[in-house]
C-alpha cells in the first residue's frame, strides 16, 4: 500500500510566483543601488532592509515549495518505508512502531526508540493507518493485531 500525497497545482504556481518576486525585488533593489540612483544614508539602509526582504521572501517560498517535493510512503509485508517533508527518511518494521494516529491530513508514527514522525499532506492517511494498526504486533504477546 502506497500513501498518496496532495499535490496542489496552485500551492506550486504560488510558491514559483513568490520564488521569482523575492528574486525580482532583490533584483531591482541591487541595481538602483549600483546605478547610483539611491543616495543619502536613509535610502541606502531602506534598499538593504527591502534587499533583505527579498531575499528572506525567496527563501520562505523555496522551502515551501521544497517541502515533499519527491515524498513517499510504501507499506510493505517487511515494513514501511518512505521519504518526506525535506527528504526526512523512515525504514522501519512494523515491530518497531509503537503507535500510529491519524489528525486531519496527517500521519503520526511513534517508534519504539522514542522517534516520532509526523507525515503531512496524505490523502488517504486513515487507511495508511489502520493497514498500520493491523500489522502491529499485539500488546499482550500475540504475534500480530491482526483481526478478522
Given at each position: 500500500?502506497d500513501?498518496?500525497?496532495?499535490?496542489?497545482?496552485?500551492?506550486?504556481?504560488?510558491?514559483?510566483?513568490?520564488?521569482?518576486?523575492?528574486?525580482?525585488?532583490?533584483?531591482?533593489?541591487?541595481?538602483?543601488?549600483?546605478?547610483?540612483?539611491?543616495?543619502?544614508?536613509?535610502?541606502?539602509?531602506?534598499?538593504?532592509?527591502?534587499?533583505?526582504?527579498?531575499?528572506?521572501?525567496?527563501?520562505?517560498?523555496?522551502l515551501?515549495?521544497?517541502?515533499?517535493?519527491?515524498?513517499?510512503?510504501?507499506?510493505?509485508?517487511?515494513?514501511?518505508t518512505?521519504?518526506?517533508?525535506w527528504?526526512?527518511?523512515?525504514?522501519?518494521?512494523?515491530?518497531d512502531?509503537?503507535?500510529?494516529?491519524?489528525?486531519?491530513?496527517?500521519?503520526?508514527?511513534?517508534?519504539?526508540?522514542?522517534?516520532?514522525?509526523?507525515?503531512?499532506?496524505?490523502?488517504?492517511?486513515?487507511?495508511?493507518?489502520?493497514?498500520?494498526?493491523?500489522?502491529?504486533?499485539?500488546?499482550?504477546?500475540?504475534?500480530?493485531?491482526?483481526?478478522?
Amino acid at each position: 500500500m502506497d500513501g498518496v500525497f496532495v499535490k496542489r497545482a496552485v500551492a506550486t504556481v504560488m510558491n514559483i510566483t513568490g520564488v521569482v518576486s523575492g528574486c525580482l525585488l532583490a533584483a531591482m533593489l541591487l541595481l538602483l543601488f549600483s546605478a547610483g540612483a539611491v543616495t543619502g544614508v536613509g535610502d541606502i539602509l531602506a534598499c538593504l532592509l527591502l534587499f533583505l526582504f527579498g531575499v528572506l521572501v525567496t527563501a520562505l517560498f523555496l522551502l515551501s515549495l521544497l517541502f515533499n517535493r519527491g515524498a513517499y510512503l510504501h507499506l510493505s509485508e517487511d515494513g514501511i518505508t518512505g521519504r518526506f517533508a525535506w527528504n526526512t527518511t523512515l525504514v522501519c518494521s512494523y515491530r518497531d512502531v509503537v503507535s500510529c494516529e491519524v489528525g486531519y491530513g496527517s500521519l503520526n508514527i511513534c517508534l519504539v526508540d522514542g522517534g516520532s514522525y509526523s507525515v503531512s499532506g496524505l490523502r488517504n492517511a486513515r487507511e495508511i493507518c489502520t493497514e498500520i494498526r493491523k500489522r502491529m504486533p499485539d500488546p499482550t504477546g500475540g504475534e500480530t493485531a491482526r483481526r478478522p
